[in-house]
Every structure is written in structure tokens, then in C-alpha cells.
């Protein structure tokens, strides 16, 4: 049965010459799981946002929504509730501070009974598995668990339709898994429907029942995932979005059915060719003697009664180094990021930044062609009308990164995807010249292209002598550009190590190409060395 029609829908900001959706038609049936996907900038959250009157964003829109065989427009509020939406940051869905309040907030805004709000918030903590955290404030929890409750907080209005907007942007890759799980279980076994858009789609594009592609505002491809990626052409730049098992399929010859997850993509390789040539070995990265970063025995908590957040963290960073810091939500990252770059101060411990002390540079002469910080909420970044004004603001242009933005210029910076905010927020970061670059988190919201490119910039940087340090949840962009990298756990580096051999140790942090090759090739991390692999070893590229 048909839960909703889209058809012709067209959408354009005030401020655009061009429609950022351009005759937009699909339909969902009740009960599908649909992968929305596409490039950064595409009109993904534009189209999502339209199925959800109460988010949807001021600017001229024609066409037809149909929801349970009504227009969506014309009973807006009848709908609203009929229809749940996730968004991408975890922080900006809490409204307020403890998690049962959540659970109940928008309950009590339905007037529902007292003894039925306490039924609906059990039985929705019991299937999320947030019992334990039921008297907790919603701000000590960690990001995977703020995305739960947030899921938990729309699933007790019980929608017929969940929306969700990469939600697990945000997340680590086990934190990820996990919200997707229980994503996939509540289609299963509530029926509710599932509309999704993901950068990170390895572990989505299987479970989906519907793969949704748009390119420049229209839906070019509707259908069932491995015949919609069957009917993509080689040269199909939405390729280089999916998943690994599915790009390593396409760049090599085999007479096999294209693999969706690792496993098949696993199966696939052993299946289809030779091993003679076992072991992928990566040059090493040659580093400075110079120490642009020295971190010792740093302890810090946020306040005197609270637990420390790092407990003697020790780690080095070298002049000219791209260096990632992984580890899941709430294992001392970010808080790390910012004692470097002098935001937050720990009371014991060192650290040095181009052999010298914080506390030695005076009058923030730190951030004067020194530091410079991109931070997680890039919202924080922006504080003008307009991204040509926000550039003009700190004398940047559009020409400090290999990526054509300009097309930008006269929109808001809200109203722009998450991946072009990421990128314009780095102009305005780059046009410091900073000496000490530190990414949290840059790649959230981007697509694979977008990635490429980002690392280009990141590269070209290294190669200026800028040191860069990033943390990260993105295996892939991580062992594409780092020299090195460190897995964090409860506020300390438990490991350290070169790229390669970092992601060939770790068994969940890592790429999925590392899971898929290990016991067959060993030492492979990317795509393009698990081609090269297949080629050394009598194999042929498409």
C-alpha cells in the first residue's frame, strides 16, 4: 500500500537563479527501507525537509506530496505527528535535560494521559536499550547515545514515516552499526517506514529495500538496490558514493554478481582471484625531527566533582605530519583538540606547540598564523547573511581550495548542505595561515568526491609544511590521507601507529576494504590497493 506520492516536486531558495529540486517524482510504499543518496550539494536535505512541512525551508515550491493518500500540505498539522524526523547533529533535536523528560516532552505537548505517556516511554526504552540511561541528563551522554534517545524520542509518537537526515554523520563506526540496527528493527518489526539519506552507506545499502539516487535536484534512479546499481554506467560519478564492495566490483572484470556487503564482497574476491602475491606493502612516511605538538601526561576533567575525560594522554605530533585521532564518542578526542589549541586548560600535565609551552604565548599571539581551529558544530562558524559576506569578512576567496563554490555566494550559510558549510567554513579557517591546522570531524556531511578533494587541499597543505591534525570517525578519509594515526579509549592512546599498519591491526576501526582483503591480501586498507593487488596477481581492471 502507497504511503507517499512525490510528484513533480520543484524547490527554490529566495536567493537561488536555480531550482535546487527539479521535478522530483518517487513513491514509497508502506513498510520500505529507502536509501536516499547522492552528492554533496545535490538537494538531499532540501528534499527531505520538504516531506516535513514544520522544517521545511522558506522558498517557492510546485509539485505534488501525497501522505496516505492525502496532500501533505493541506493537513499539515494532521500529519505532523504521522511523521518522525532525525537529524543530523544529535545536539540540536534535545530540548531537554534529562532523558525521560525527552522521552515524554512531545507526549505532554499531545495531551496524552499521564498513565498512557508512562506506558509508551517504558516500552520505547525497553526496545532502545536507554533503561539504564532513563535518570542520566541528555548532556552526559555520548554522541551515539544522543542520536538513540533522539530516535527513541520520535518512535514514541509511534509515525507511520521516519525521516531521517544522515544521522549517524556524527557517529563512530561501532556507534553507527548500532543506531542502524535498531534503525532497520523498528522497520521490521513496527513497520514503520524508513526514508534515509547517508553518506556512509556500507552498511545501509543492503538492508534497504529501495536505493533513491538524486543528482543536481532530480531522482535519476528508483529501485531495488542491486538493480539500480546495476543500471549505473562506469562513468556514473554516484558510483564513487558506494560502498566499497560495490566500487571494487566496478573497477575489476568478473562474470560474478556485484557484492553489496563485506562479506560478499570477501566471498567475491577469494572466489573470483589468485593470491600468489599476498602481502601490500605502503611506503612509509618520512617525518620531521621537529615536534610541532607534544602532549604529556595531560590529565582533564570539567569540573571538580565530574570524571576525568583524559587521564594521562601522551602523544606526539611532528612538523609537516597529517596525524587522525580516532576512538568512539565521548573517549577524550575533542576534548584533547581543544588543550592543544588553548580553549580549555588541564590541570596537570605538559604541552608544548612548536616547542613552547600555552602558557607561553601571550595575547592570543597562539592564534596569530599558529592555530587554527575547525570545530565539530560548524554552525558556529557562520555569523553573517550571506557566504559571500562571510568570506569577505576575514579576506578569503573561494580560490584557497580546488573546489568551485562560488555558486554559493548569495545563499545563507544555513542554507547550504552540511558538506558545502564544512568546505566554506575551511576558507574562512584557511585564510588565518595557520602553521597548526586542527579538524574535528571535517569530513561529516561530505560525499566521496567531496572527500577526494578535501584530502587535495589537506595534501597540498602537508606539502607547504602546514601539520595537520584531525579527529575522526571516517576510516576511509583517515587512511586516505593521514601519516599516522591514534585510537583513543577512556582518555588515553592505546594505539599509535603508520596508517597501514594501524588499520591492518584494528578489527573494527578500520575500512571496510581492511575487513574484506585480510587473510587474502594482507596490508590493503583502500580500493584502488585492492585493485592493485588483483591486477599483481593476473586480474584485469574494467
Known amino acids: 500500500m502507497e504511503i507517499l506520492n512525490v510528484k513533480n516536486l520543484s524547490f527554490k531558495y529566495p536567493t537561488n537563479e536555480k531550482n535546487t529540486l527539479e521535478n522530483v517524482s518517487f513513491t514509497l510504499e508502506k513498510g520500505d527501507f529507502a536509501v536516499l543518496c547522492g552528492q554533496t550539494g545535490s538537494g538531499k536535505t532540501t528534499l527531505l525537509r520538504a516531506l516535513k512541512p514544520s522544517l521545511c525551508l522558506r522558498g517557492e515550491m510546485n509539485g505534488e506530496i501525497s501522505f496516505l493518500g492525502s496532500q501533505l500540505y493541506e493537513n499539515k498539522k494532521g500529519f ?6 532525525v537529524m543530523q547533529n544529535p545536539e540540536q533535536q534535545i530540548v531537554t535535560d534529562k532523558v525521560y523528560h525527552e522521552l515524554a516532552f512531545a507526549l505532554e505537548n499531545m495531551n496524552i494521559k499521564k498513565n498512557e505517556i508512562s506506558r509508551r516511554i517504558a516500552e520505547t526504552a525497553q526496545f532502545f536499550g536507554i533503561s539504564d540511561l532513563f535518570e542520566q541528563g ?41 543506531f542502524i540496527t535498531v534503525l532497520k528493527k523498528l522497520n521490521t518489526e513496527m513497520g514503520i517506514t524508513v526514508l534515509i539519506s547517508e553518506h556512509r552507506l556500507d552498511e545501509l545499502i543492503s538492508l534497504g529495500n529501495k536505493l533513491l539516487v538524486i543528482e543536481n535536484g532530480e531522482i535519476t534512479v528508483c529501485d531495488e538496490p542491486s538493480r539500480a546499481i546495476d543500471s549505473l554506467e562506469k562513468d556514473n560519478k554516484i558510483l564513487e558514493y558506494m560502498p566499497a564492495p560495490v566500487r571494487l566490483f566496478k573497477s575489476v572484470k568478473s562474470s560474478c554478481a556485484c557484492p553489496l556487503t563485506v562479506n560478499e564482497g570477501k566471498q567475491f574476491i577469494e572466489k573470483s582471484f589468485n593470491n600468489g602475491i599476498s602481502v601490500f606493502t605502503a611506503e612509509k612516511p618520512e617525518l620531521s625531527a621537529k615536534k610541532a605538538v607534544e602532549v604529556r601526561d595531560v590529565w582533564f576533567r ?46 596537570s600535565g605538559k604541552i608544548k606547540v612548536f616547542d613552547k609551552k600555552i602558557s607561553d604565548y601571550k595575547n592570543n599571539s597562539l592564534y596569530i598564523n599558529c592555530v587554527s581551529v575547525l570545530p565539530q558544530d560548524i554552525g558556529t562558524v557562520f555569523l553573517k547573511n550571506t557566504v559571500e559576506e562571510e568570506l569577505e569578512e576575514v579576506g578569503a576567496s573561494f580560490d584557497l581550495i580546488p573546489v568551485d563554490l562560488s555558486y554559493l555566494s548569495k545563499r545563507h550559510p544555513y542554507d547550504i548542505s552540511g558538506g558545502e558549510q564544512q568546505l566554506v567554513a575551511l576558507i574562512k579557517v584557511l585564510s588565518k595561515k595557520p602553521r597548526l591546522l586542527i579538524l574535528d570531524e571535517p569530513t561529516k556531511g561530505l560525499d566521496n568526491c567531496f572527500k577526494m578533494q578535501y584530502a587535495q587541499v589537506l595534501k597540498s597543505l602537508k606539502e607547504k609544511g602546514v601539520t595537520v591534525i584531525i579527529v575522526t570517525h571516517d576510516t576511509e578519509f583517515a587512511s586516505l590521507v593521514s601519516d599516522r594515526c591514534a585510537f583513543l579509549f577512556r582518555g588515553r592512546v592505546v594505539s599509535e601507529d603508520e596508517t597501514h599498519l594501524f588499520f591492518s591491526k584494528n578489527s573494527f576501526y578500520t575500512t571496510p576494504v581492511s575487513r574484506m582483503t585480510r587473510g587474502f591480501y594482507d596490508g590493503v586498507v583502500s580500493v584502488e590497493e585492492a585493485v592493485e593487488m588483483i591486477v599483481r596477481n593476473g586480474g584485469e581492471k574494467t
Open 302 to 347: 570539567y569540573s571538580k566533582q565530574g570524571e576525568d575525560v583524559l587521564k594521562g594522554i601522551d602523544f606526539t605530533v611532528f612538523e609537516g605530519e597529517i596525524f587522525s585521532c580516532l576512538g568512539a564518542n565521548g573517549s577524550g578526542k575533542t576534548t584533547a583538540m581543544n588543550c592543544i589549541a588553548g580553549l580549555i586548560k588541564p590541570y
Open 80 to 85: 505532523e505527528r504521522k511523521i518522525g524526523f
Open 138 to 178: 541528555t548532556q552526559t551522554l555520548s554522541g551515539g547515545q544522543k542520536q538513540l534517545l533522539n530516535l527513541a524520542a520520535v518512535s514514541v509518537m509511534q509515525p507511520d514515516l521516519l525521516i531521517l537526515d544522515e544521522p549517524t554523520a556524527q557517529l563512530d563506526p561501532v556507534a553507527a552499526v548500532e
